[in-house]
């Protein structure tokens, strides 16, 4: 069995949702095992409360040693200005050791993402996600074009080939669309494909 991590951050719930859905498409790729963890939160509880922090927060804590226990890891982050939020880098500053041995080297790495709007950081949060992979020796894998409804220009929607993403709304009024969704579940079915003939 390929053994694959969904690892996600999420404050209002948004990537939790694509999270879910990366899972459900991995899910689909039979000789696959798939679970889902989060990163841990960094903000004060009573803050995470008063600011409105409403993820789940059912998805077991991951340490940052386990990333070496699974084939492929699919990482999910709200964008922050422009970038991965800091809960996530703080989380991967935390495996240095996993570095120094190799231990993530030939394994499947893959980012989706969540911003407020369209145009506020999506693909440079993937796109400066991608060299910490790189430094780890992972092999990165997109979203391609074989997920067709990134082309369309019917709706205002996320996704690009570089990962799948939402688009959350300045207040994070707009929950990820049916086709965004079909694109987390594409970019998770198409990594736990790869994993599966790498390492199934
Ligand atoms: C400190 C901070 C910085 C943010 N920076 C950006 C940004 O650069 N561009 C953007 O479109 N949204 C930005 N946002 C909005 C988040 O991306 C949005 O809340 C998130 O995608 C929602 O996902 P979640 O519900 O999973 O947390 C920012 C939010 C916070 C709190």
């Known amino acids: 069995?390929?053994?694959v991590l969904v690892l996600y951050y999420s404050y209002y719930g948004h990537i939790e949702a694509m999270a879910n859905a990366v899972a459900e498409g991995a899910r689909q790729v039979g000789g696959a095992q798939v679970e889902i963890k989060r990163v841990p939160?960094?903000?004060p509880d009573d803050v995470f409360k008063k600011s409105g922090g409403k993820a789940n927060q059912a998805a077991a804590i991951a340490q940052p040693s386990e990333l070496a226990n699974y084939d492929a890891i699919i990482f999910g982050t709200p964008t922050r200005f422009g970038n991965m939020s800091g809960q996530m880098r703080n989380f991967l500053d935390q495996t240095g050791g996993l570095w120094m041995s190799g231990a993530l080297v030939g394994k499947v790495g893959s980012v989706f993402c969540s911003s407020a709007t369209q145009h506020g950081g999506?693909?440079?949060?993937?796109?400066t996600f991608i060299p910490t992979l790189l430094h780890q020796g992972m092999v990165v894998v997109g979203l391609p074009y074989s997920e067709q409804s990134?082309?369309?220009i019917d709706e205002i929607k996320g996704g690009s080939p570089y990962g799948a993403s939402t688009i959350a709304g300045g207040q994070g009024e707009r929950m990820p669309s049916q086709q965004e969704?079909?694109?987390a579940r594409y970019q998770g079915k198409h990594v736990a494909t790869?994993?599966?003939?790498l390492f199934g």
Do not use: W
Request: hydrophobic share 45%.
């Open 41 to 43: 939160e960094t903000v």
């Open 194 to 197: 790869i994993a599966t003939k």
């Open 122 to 127: 999506q693909e440079s949060t993937i796109l």
């Open 150 to 152: 990134q082309m369309g």
């Open 181 to 183: 969704l079909g694109m």
């Open 1 to 3: 069995m390929a053994k």
